[in-house]
Nanobody, 115 residues
Framework: QVQLVESGGGLVQAGGSLRLSCAAS????????MGWYRQAPGKQRELVAR???????YYLDSVKGRFTISRDTAKNTVYLQMNSLEPEDTAVYYC?????????WGQGTQVTVSS
């Protein structure tokens, strides 16, 4: 069983920045991917960014150039640096990890961007 503990959400004005952290209870090299999803009220959950065990990254088109996913392998932690935040980025952000057996989810952290 892998546990994912998120931190770093909050309230920020448009144009501001936040950094989300997700600490895994296992070596992140044992996970095929780690990433961040978000879900806004009344909308489906969507993949925002993902980092593969190889280090390859993927981003949702609307966050490219503004968000950066990175990892600290010594701390088994993945980060999502979010810059130039927009009100449309308001959502609950969930850390996600995928192993060969199953998916794992964090508890979610609220990000609210005011205009």
């Amino acid at each position: 069983q892998v546990q994912l503990v998120e931190s770093g959400g909050g309230l920020v004005q448009a144009g501001g920045s936040l950094r989300l952290s997700c600490a895994a209870s296992t070596s992140i090299f044992s996970l095929n991917t780690m990433g961040w999803y978000r879900q806004a009220p009344g909308k489906q959950r969507e993949l925002v960014a993902r980092i593969f065990v190889t280090g390859t990254t993927y981003y949702l088109d609307s966050v490219k150039g503004r968000f950066t996913i990175s990892r600290d392998t010594a701390k088994n932690t993945v980060y999502l640096q979010m810059n130039s935040l927009e009100p449309e980025d308001t959502a609950v952000y969930y850390c996600h990890a995928e192993s060969t057996r199953r998916d794992y989810w964090g508890q979610g952290t609220q990000v609210t961007v005011s205009s």
